[in-house]
């Protein structure tokens, strides 16, 4: 499981720096979360295959985090998509997209299904290799973090030995969840001898525009790596607080309060040139931090 970041700024592309965007790799399936412009560019310069893409979740309707989707959703269909996407993001995204299609007369070659986002924690899909579950944060509209959860597919065969021990292939499924094997000889095959730990359960938040609270703190609770945006750094935390923002070390905060075990930043204003500070401000109260740089992927 890892995160490969699209877009690491905030509403003004600057300094080499996109609007939000990045990709969660899970199993092999590509989550797509948040598409502020030129998200479909980023895809392909960093080799992410929109075939492995059937989910996208938007966190909010500032521009920066959904004006690329509207050609990334037109591409996908002149490509020749049929295999059907889920768009997950708040309600008045879909009448945008309707009036998008109808005005160019576009009717995609592929299913589209629009999910509204709730008002407050739910469970939005529930795979069997992942599930995603959306948090509202505190901004100046509507906004959602994103909780992806890689699944445990339990215990992982080793077949060289499962042949040794004679057992049959239509028993695999119960090595995997931990059983034993008993041959018709009466012979006791030990799991542990023909299973080795398999990949194990994974938890990543992305914490979409917010000031510092702390209302979402039991949801992301004990993640294994937290995305927090970082707008500003703290000499400017008042602009931070009225444009209901974080900085750098509100983040940290944030990563230590919620026992994670690393931090990604990302979201910055386009008034910072240098990103260095971010990291110094954020590592003197949560050390396992990255700042986050674009076609970089962060192991979950």
Same mark, same amino acid.
């Given at each position: 499981m890892r995160v490969t970041i699209l877009g690491n700024n905030s509403a003004l592309p600057a300094f080499?720096?996109?609007p939000s965007a990045q990709a969660v790799s899970v199993y092999g399936e590509l989550l797509l979360i948040d598409?502020?412009?030129?998200? /479909?560019?980023?895809?392909?310069?960093?080799?992410?295959?929109?075939r492995s893409m059937h989910h996208i979740f938007i966190s909010h309707l500032h521009g920066d985090h959904y004006f690329g989707l509207p050609g990334l959703l037109n591409s996908m269909s002149l490509l020749g998509r049929t295999a059907p996407l889920h768009?997950?993001?708040?309600?008045? #995204?879909?009448?945008?997209? %309707?009036?998008?299609?109808?005005?160019? %007369?576009?009717?995609?070659?592929?299913?589209?299904?629009?999910?509204?986002?709730?008002d407050g924690v739910a469970l939005l899909a529930d795979d069997p290799s992942f599930s995603v579950t959306c948090f509202p944060v505190e901004h100046r509209i509507q906004c959602h973090g994103f909780l992806v959860?890689?699944?445990?597919?339990?215990?992982?065969l080793l077949p060289e030995k499962c042949n040794e021990y004679g057992i049959p292939a239509a028993y695999y499924e119960y090595l995997k969840k931990g059983q034993d094997y008993e041959r018709k000889d009466g012979f006791l095959v030990k799991n542990e001898w023909v299973t080795e730990d398999g990949p194990s359960a994974k938890r990543y938040a992305y914490c979409? %525009?917010?000031?510092?609270?702390?209302?979402?703190?039991?949801?992301?609770?004990?993640?294994?790596?937290?995305?927090?945006?970082?707008?500003? #750094?703290?000499?400017?935390?008042?602009?931070?607080?009225?444009?209901?923002?974080?900085?750098?070390? /509100?983040?940290?905060?944030?990563?230590?309060?919620?026992?994670?075990?690393?931090?990604?930043?990302?979201?910055?204003?386009?008034k910072y040139k240098e990103l260095e500070?971010?990291? %110094?401000?954020?590592?003197?109260?949560?050390?396992?931090?990255?700042?986050?740089i674009e076609g970089t992927s962060y192991e979950i």
């Open positions: 080499g720096r996109h598409c502020g412009e030129g998200t /479909q560019i980023q895809m392909q310069r960093y080799g992410l295959r929109w768009l997950y993001a708040p309600a008045d #995204l879909k009448p945008i997209l %309707d009036s998008i299609l109808l005005v160019a %007369d576009t009717v995609l070659s592929y299913p589209l299904y629009f999910h509204a986002l709730p959860e890689r699944k445990t597919r339990g215990r992982k979409a %525009d917010t000031l510092f609270t702390d209302s979402f703190l039991t949801v992301i609770q004990g993640a294994d790596t937290i995305y927090h945006e970082c707008t500003y #750094l703290e000499k400017d935390a008042a602009k931070a607080l009225a444009r209901h923002h974080s900085t750098a070390a /509100q983040a940290a905060q944030i990563a230590k309060l919620a026992n994670a075990k690393q931090l990604i930043l990302g979201h910055f204003s386009s500070p971010f990291f %110094d401000e954020a590592s003197a109260i949560f050390p396992n931090v990255f700042v986050s």
